[in-house]
Nanobody, 127 residues
């Protein structure tokens, strides 16, 4: 099992920035990639960004490309989501997720298959 703990959410004004962090523990050697999703009230959970554990390959949803940046530490067990130029519609609960090495979900780059989830962190953008 892999445990994921997010931090860094909060309240920010429109146009501002926030940086989310996600620390993985447990059987992290079994993971291929980590990433971020979000879920706004009344909406489905939405994929945002992913990064491979053993490489620098990244993949972004069109909705956040150019505003959000995903990165990781050297070990690949902590990932970050730098969110700039935030808008009111970015208000949501943000979830960290991790994908197992096996079974394969297909060639990279692509959206993350979320095999493990964090508990989520609230991001509220005031207009």
């Amino acid at each position: 099992q892999v445990q994921l703990v997010e931090s860094g959410g909060g309240l920010v004004q429109a146009g501002g920035s926030l940086r989310l962090s996600c620390a993985a523990s447990g059987r992290t050697t079994s993971t291929l990639a980590m990433g971020w999703f979000r879920q706004a009230p009344g909406k489905e959970r939405e994929f945002l960004a992913a990064i491979m554990k053993f490489a620098t390959n990244t993949f972004y949803a069109n909705s956040v490309k150019g505003r959000f940046t995903i990165s990781k530490d050297n070990a690949g067990n902590t990932v970050y989501l730098q969110m700039n130029s935030l808008k009111a519609e970015d208000t949501a609960v943000y979830y960290c997720a991790a994908e197992r090495l096996f079974p394969s979900a297909g060639n990279w780059p692509r959206a993350l298959r979320a095999d493990y989830w964090g508990q989520g962190t609230q991001v509220t953008v005031s207009s």
